[in-house]
């Protein structure tokens, strides 16, 4: 069972996940690296989400593969003491971070830090206002199911959205951006973090995640309507919206 600040251990398979390796070793510089790669502009795309999103006092909200909680404190000041935020992640390291900080932040009444798999949910049916994924789609194997799992939660009515690394749309856009993240990510990575493989995982994982098109197919494959996004940064970042029927 949950508790505030606890965790819900779920079950994980023995395989070498190559992405839990991947944060367990960025979890600490996390927040730092995020500032820096992203220049910053990270913190403007995540209140774009938070506008976007609804959310209203009394709101239960899912912040998803939430990491170190960036969102989560937003929503916990939206929400109030009559709503509840949920921060959610596979990783526990991530979670530690996550948590650690929440605290000294002076966070904790109406938040629950919970350990689970995106594809496999350990919540009610048609529980949630509204859950968010930033910067976590991409790194799920199976997204489709995620996607499932995640419209089950929903209320009827309730919305989801997805802040992703997508494409951009102009080629010459596309040709800086590969050098940047090809190039001053990993060395950036190492730098700081002494950690360049991760990076490079990181700057891969972003080629291969699904164009704005699929992913909105996606979604709505997955049983959400009015199925929408919004380019940020040149389509760098898509935020993706879709309301559980
Ligand atoms: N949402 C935070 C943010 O925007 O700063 C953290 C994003 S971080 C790049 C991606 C997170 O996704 C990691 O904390 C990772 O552990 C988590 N993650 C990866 N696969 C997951 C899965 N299948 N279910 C839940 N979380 C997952």
């Given at each position: 069972?949950?508790?505030?600040?606890?965790?819900?251990?779920?079950?994980?398979?023995?395989?070498?996940?190559?992405?839990?390796?991947?944060?367990?070793?960025?979890?600490?510089?996390?927040?730092?690296?995020?500032?820096?790669?992203?220049?910053?502009?990270?913190?403007?795309?995540?209140?774009?989400?938070?506008?976007?999103s609804g959310v209203r006092k009394g709101h239960k909200v899912l912040d998803l593969a939430g990491g170190t909680g960036d969102l989560t404190m937003k929503f916990s000041d939206i929400v109030g003491a009559e709503g509840t935020v949920v921060?959610?992640?596979?990783?526990?390291?991530?979670?530690?971070?996550?948590?650690?900080?929440?605290?000294?932040?002076?966070?904790?009444?109406?938040?629950?830090?919970?350990?689970?798999?995106?594809?496999?949910?350990?919540?009610?049916?048609?529980?949630?206002?509204?859950?968010?994924?930033?910067?976590?789609?991409?790194?799920?194997?199976d997204k489709d199911k995620a996607l499932r799992s995640i419209t089950r939660v929903l209320k009827p009515g309730g919305k989801l959205l997805v802040l992703e690394f997508s494409k951009p749309e102009n080629p010459l856009l596309t040709k800086?951006?590969?050098?940047?993240?090809?190039?001053?990510?990993?060395?950036?990575?190492?730098?700081?973090?002494?950690?360049?493989?991760?990076?490079?995982?990181?700057?891969?994982?972003?080629?291969?995640?699904?164009?704005?098109?699929?992913?909105?197919?996606?979604?709505?494959?997955?049983?959400?309507?009015?199925?929408?996004?919004?380019?940020?940064?040149?389509?760098?970042?898509?935020?993706?919206?879709?309301?559980?029927?």
């Amino acid at each position: 069972s949950s508790t505030h600040f606890g965790y819900q251990q779920v079950k994980t398979e023995d395989k070498v996940n190559h992405v839990a390796e991947v944060f367990h070793s960025v979890a600490s510089k996390y927040d730092m690296m995020n500032d820096l790669m992203s220049m910053g502009i990270h913190r403007l795309w995540k209140r774009f989400t938070i506008e976007l999103s609804g959310v209203r006092k009394g709101h239960k909200v899912l912040d998803l593969a939430g990491g170190t909680g960036d969102l989560t404190m937003k929503f916990s000041d939206i929400v109030g003491a009559e709503g509840t935020v949920v921060l959610a992640d596979i990783n526990d390291s991530m979670l530690k971070v996550g948590r650690d900080r929440l605290m000294d932040k002076g966070y904790s009444s109406n938040i629950e830090v919970v350990q689970a798999n995106a594809e496999e949910l350990p919540f009610p049916d048609n529980f949630f206002n509204c859950v968010t994924i930033a910067f976590g789609l991409r790194n799920v194997t199976d997204k489709d199911k995620a996607l499932r799992s995640i419209t089950r939660v929903l209320k009827p009515g309730g919305k989801l959205l997805v802040l992703e690394f997508s494409k951009p749309e102009n080629p010459l856009l596309t040709k800086a951006y590969d050098l940047y993240s090809f190039t001053a990510l990993p060395v950036m990575g190492k730098l700081i973090a002494g950690d360049s493989e991760s990076y490079k995982y990181l700057a891969e994982s972003i080629r291969m995640h699904p164009d704005q098109e699929t992913l909105k197919g996606m979604m709505e494959n997955a049983g959400l309507v009015n199925c929408r996004y919004h380019n940020m940064t040149g389509g760098i970042v898509a935020l993706h919206t879709g309301v559980k029927p």
